[in-house]
């Protein structure tokens, strides 16, 4: 197994630009998760999955979107980049809950410009 | 609104010597985890606690639960340099739109030789 990947490792955008970052995972697991991580602020949830097709807001939901079309795939939109969106970012999976132990990607640093 | 404060947030520690990181969370919880996150790397979960005075043991580090005082300690036994990492506290929310995971912000622990 794989586990849950994120692609890519790194991205650079400038202000303005729109871009995906993806997340799958084969575990078969219901409830997925994208947090952000900033120094000295620990994790922070974005968005979240209970399931195909239903999705909801974390802490930090502004200026990001997700879908979740299939059990796999967890994909996070940034719609129109900003500084503040410069972060490492981080999907996870679960599999009792969405608070069960997470299983986390190996993470995105993304630097808005 | 549940918060989630460890200390402290760096420890500088030398290789054979005993210390204890905290975390205190401000609402009724009944579940808290502890993860390990390498410079650079990803989070892997360490320890799940379930219920009031539980203990979960690994190697050098120790875990406990006190949900009456809304503490969790995460003790290091005779520090070796291996457990360089950054250590968070998570703690699931209860109810309703708080039910999900809140992280401390880390401590950031270095076991000098």
């Known amino acids: 197994n794989a586990g849950v990947t994120q692609t890519p490792k790194f991205q650079v955008l400038k202000t303005g630009q729109s871009m995906t970052l993806q997340c799958a995972q084969d575990m078969n697991h219901e409830y997925m998760s994208w947090y952000r991580q900033d120094p000295g602020m620990g994790l922070r949830l974005i968005h979240y999955?209970?399931?195909?097709?239903?999705?909801d807001q974390g802490e930090v939901p502004n200026g990001y979107n997700v879908s979740r079309s299939t059990t796999e795939d967890f994909p996070l939109r940034l719609l129109s980049a900003a500084p503040s969106q410069t972060s490492v970012y981080f999907c996870?999976?679960?599999?009792?809950?969405?608070?069960?132990?997470?299983?986390f990607g190996p993470g995105t640093r993304l630097t808005v410009l | 609104e549940l918060k989630v404060e460890q200390n402290p947030l760096f420890l500088s520690m030398q290789e054979g010597k005993n210390y204890t990181i905290y975390c205190n969370y401000s609402?009724?919880?009944?579940?808290l985890y502890w993860y390990r996150q390498d410079p650079g790397k990803s989070l892997e979960s360490l320890f799940v606690?379930?219920?009031?005075?539980a203990v979960k043991q690994e190697g050098r580090l120790m875990a406990s639960l006190d949900t009456k005082a809304r503490l969790s300690t995460l003790h290091i036994t005779a520090a070796v340099h291996d457990l360089s990492a950054t250590y968070f506290c998570a703690v699931e929310g209860s109810g309703g739109s708080n039910y999900k995971l809140t992280f401390g912000k880390g401590t950031l622990l270095t076991v000098n030789p």
């Open positions: 606690l379930l219920s009031n005075g």
């Open positions: 996870a999976s679960s599999y009792g809950g969405i608070t069960d132990t997470q299983y």
């Open positions: 609402t009724t919880s009944d579940r």
């Open positions: 999955s209970v399931g195909a097709g239903i999705t």
